[in-house]
């Protein structure tokens, strides 16, 4: 198993490769920076990503991106010293968190998780990192209804959340390039599957409104033809 860990802590950095070594990894590339492992990442292909969560220039959450984007085959695991980002969110997907002071114990139970999913021949969907509030969430794609371009990040919504990510919407809709994700706006990408209805209003412009959810998305007139001519497409 090859093996990423990137921390900006000398101490937390040198006793995860400690760690490893007594689980029984030894092929392992530390970094001190998500600088460092940017260029480790494009150079070398990954089975396990340890990442902590707070680093400075770039973060953990930022690298996972990167990271899910170039080998999505790679599992990721968060580690952190606060509590607060131990969240119910990592059961939707993520491997696991692991919290500071890491024990040998929680390494052997990741890498048999690791093991178990990596064996099982499962095809990893793509996922996406964000943040809403003090809570971290791993998305998987099929739980997204809608994202929406915000300055220099997107919310993407979910049903728990408007969650934050750190991409430009054009980026997400490179990454979610299937055929129930759609660009209604210049602002706006929605997932088609989650869809519950459409009217027509002002200037040909479509509101859409999903299931699940009480939010309304009007798109642009462009983006409203485009959509249109798209449903009927495959409809028939």
Known sequence: MKVLIVDDENLALGRLKRLLNEAGITDI?????????MKEIGKNSFDLAFLDISMPQISGLE??????EVSPKTFIVFQTAYSEYALEAFQNGGVGYLLKPVRLEEVQNILEKVKTLASS????????????????YIINTDDIF?????????????KEADVYVRKKIGDLEILLDTPNFFRVHRSYIVNIDKIKSMKSVEQ???EISFKDIS???TSSKDGAKVFREYLEKVSL
């Open 29 to 37: 590339t530390a970094c001190e920076n998500g600088l460092e492992a």
């Open 204 to 206: 040909s412009k479509l």
């Open 121 to 136: 021949n499962t095809e990893v969907d793509k996922k996406i990192v964000g943040k809403s509030g003090n809570r971290l």
């Open 215 to 217: 939010t309304i998305v």
């Open 146 to 158: 809608y994202i929406k371009a915000d300055l220099d990040e997107v919310i993407v919504k979910i």
């Open 63 to 68: 690298l996972a991106n990167h990271i899910m």
